[in-house]
């Protein structure tokens, strides 16, 4: 075990409090968590909590809220005169009861396994209790002497089998050497970053889960929380995290991602362990009843409507390889995101004009944004600009791995030019803002698409200087903690409301990646400065923060995977010279 190893697993350790952080292990679908507190109440819910005496026990599935998926309750650890012994630590690897009089860690991905010390000095040389419930009320006990154990085995319909266990040390030691083994590849910062790193990367170690019906792959997922599932773009930005200490877990992301193109080049939405989310037929009942509650006009569509993510798939191709080049991985996925781009063009150009739209509000990774109040289909400007950049990185990796991969370089660039020509008709001069069309007509939100734009790099100045100038002016964009994913000004915002207001941390790195490509470098820093102290300053990777207060917004999750992703990006990044 390297020293470092250690010092990083100990510094993520801080974080692990069993509510925004549970007791978990990559690849395994179980989730520990203190049986006192419910689901997340608000920011610091856990701030001077007492210790933990009881921990409740769940599984992580697609699409099924934890309440769906519980396995244990009520575990408690009791001494022999029966009183609970609190939690008094929780490691990566470890949650240690009443001094290490016990511990609980991982018996491999399905199990847990519970032991008690054999240590004279420790005073305990009784048995102890080991008591649990089980969803159907059932209650169970369990003596456990010094130095052995108990094992709980979960089986895929959530049913749990107990056996004494005599290997306890043995399943502690190999769960240690698995988190140190990743906090191993955990990438250095500098000092004031090191610990949110660290916090992050156990976030995207602990976020992997296997996926069965794809050979075992590690998919990487948003959250083992709330998002069991390889998101399209959640990949992509997860990636730009991983490439930093595992370039292959990061390349097999974006494999996952582009594992199940449509027929017609499509890429789906989620790839999870049933299958793909790739159109309005397929979304859960939950997600569809979501959809009718914010009065979506696409909730009932006549027909079914293609769901996919942004086309930032090149973008993301373009930065995994910059770590570690893999030229024979590189084509084969070319092939895929290149017919992708094609099928913006062909399928989802829904008035013919020559601009795709946005069919479903899911395809633009901002579900509720107020862009998509009106009619559908919605000429969006972060669209214009992602096909733009992504047809001039096809053009760039063309040169580079070949035309047969990526298609002529020439033709590219032509189609984003003639793309970027349809983006700045969306500019309103007098409105000093890009805005988007629902069904043809004018959308007058003022909202975080409007300054994708600037990815292109081929903005004209005066176009610049006022998304420059919106990004300054405290009345709108430069709140406390910024960005918001909506003007304050706008009548929508909503400082707590998903992409009606919060800070989401992709967006504000693709509005940094948009300066830096606009030439505005020192902008671009400045941002991605206050990017990484707003996770910092709210206490973890959440999935969005409150403008206002910097801190996660009441509905938000937490130990989101692009969250914690890019901030390790970030912090490598911002660690190294300007
Ligand atoms: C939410 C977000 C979307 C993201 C997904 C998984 O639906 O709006 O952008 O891809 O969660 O994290």
Redesign the pocket.
């Known amino acids: 075990m390297s020293p470092d190893a250690a010092e990083r697993a100990s510094l993520a350790a801080r974080h692990l409090d069993l509510v925004q952080a549970p007791f978990t292990l990559p690849r395994s679908r179980l989730l520990v968590f203190r049986a006192d507190r419910g689901d997340l109440t608000g920011p610091g819910a856990v701030d001077g909590a007492p210790p933990a005496t009881a921990l409740r026990v769940h599984t992580s599935e697609y699409e099924r809220g934890l309440d769906e998926c519980r396995v244990l309750d009520e575990l408690v650890v009791r001494d022999a005169a029966g009183a609970p012994l609190p939690v008094t630590a929780v490691l990566p690897h470890a949650i240690e009861f009443g001094g290490g009089a016990a511990s609980l860690s991982f018996a491999g991905p399905t199990a847990l396994s519970i032991g008690v010390e054999q240590v004279e000095h420790l005073g305990h040389d009784e048995a102890l209790v080991v008591e649990w419930r089980t969803p159907d009320g059932r209650g169970h006990r369990e003596q456990v002497g010094p130095g052995a154990g108990v094992r709980l085995d979960v089986a895929a319909d959530r049913g749990v089998r107990h056996a004494a266990s005599a290997s306890h040390a043995t399943d502690l030691a190999a769960t240690e050497r698995i988190w140190f083994d990743w906090f191993d590849r955990c990438p250095s910062v500098r000092e004031d970053l090191r610990q949110m790193a660290a916090f992050c990367w156990w976030v995207l170690g602990a976020n992997i889960v296997e996926l069965p019906g794809l050979g075992g792959a590690r998919g990487v997922v948003?959250?083992k929380i709330?998002?069991v599932g390889v998101?399209?773009?959640?990949a992509y930005f997860i990636a730009l995290g991983l490439r930093h200490g595992d370039p292959a877990l990061a390349r097999e992301q974006l494999e996952i991602a582009f594992r199940f193109p449509g027929e017609d080049g499509q890429l789906p939405?989620?790839v999870h362990e049933h299958g793909v989310l790739a159109s309005s037929d397929d979304l859960p009942a939950a997600d569809r009843d979501r959809l009718r509650r914010a009065g979506s006009q696409i909730a009932d569509p006549n027909a079914p409507v293609p769901l996919t993510?942004p086309p930032l798939a090149a973008w993301a191709l373009a930065k995994v390889l910059e770590v570690e080049d893999a030229p024979d991985w590189a084509r084969a996925q070319l092939a895929t995101i290149r017919r992708s781009q094609d099928w913006w063009f062909a399928a989802s150009d829904l008035d013919g004009d020559g601009m795709p739209e946005y069919g479903h509000p899911?395809s633009?990774?901002?579900?509720?944004s107020p862009i998509f109040d009106g009619p559908l289909p919605t000429t969006a400007p972060d669209l214009g600009a992602y096909l733009v950049l992504q047809d001039l990185e096809l053009a760039r990796l063309a040169e580079r791995y070949g035309a047969d991969a990526a298609g002529d370089p020439v033709a590219h660039r032509e189609r984003a030019e003639r793309t970027l020509a349809s983006l700045l008709a969306l500019w309103n001069a007098d409105a000093g803002r890009f805005e988007a069309r629902a069904a043809g007509e004018r959308v007058a939100s003022d909202a975080i698409v409007g300054f994708m734009p600037m990815l292109t790099g081929g903005l004209p100045g005066p176009v610049l200087d006022a998304l420059v100038e919106a990004l300054a002016d405290p009345a709108r964009y430069a709140r406390p903690w910024s960005v918001p994913t909506v003007s304050a000004a706008d009548p929508d915002h909503s400082s707590e409301r998903?992409?009606r207001g919060p800070v989401w941390v992709?967006t504000n790195v693709l509005v940094a990646e948009g300066l830096r490509a606009s030439g505005r470098q020192d902008l671009a820093r400045e941002l991605e400065e206050r990017t990484v102290a707003l996770v910092v300053h709210g206490g973890g990777p959440h999935?969005y923060f409150n403008p206002e207060t910097g801190l996660r917004a009441g509905s938000a999750t937490t130990a989101?995977?692009?969250s914690a992703a890019l901030f390790v990006d970030l912090a490598v990044r911002l660690s190294s010279a300007p």
């Open positions: 948003p959250s709330g998002y998101w399209q773009w959640d939405d989620v993510k899911y633009s990774g901002l579900d509720d998903m992409w992709n999935e989101f995977g692009w």
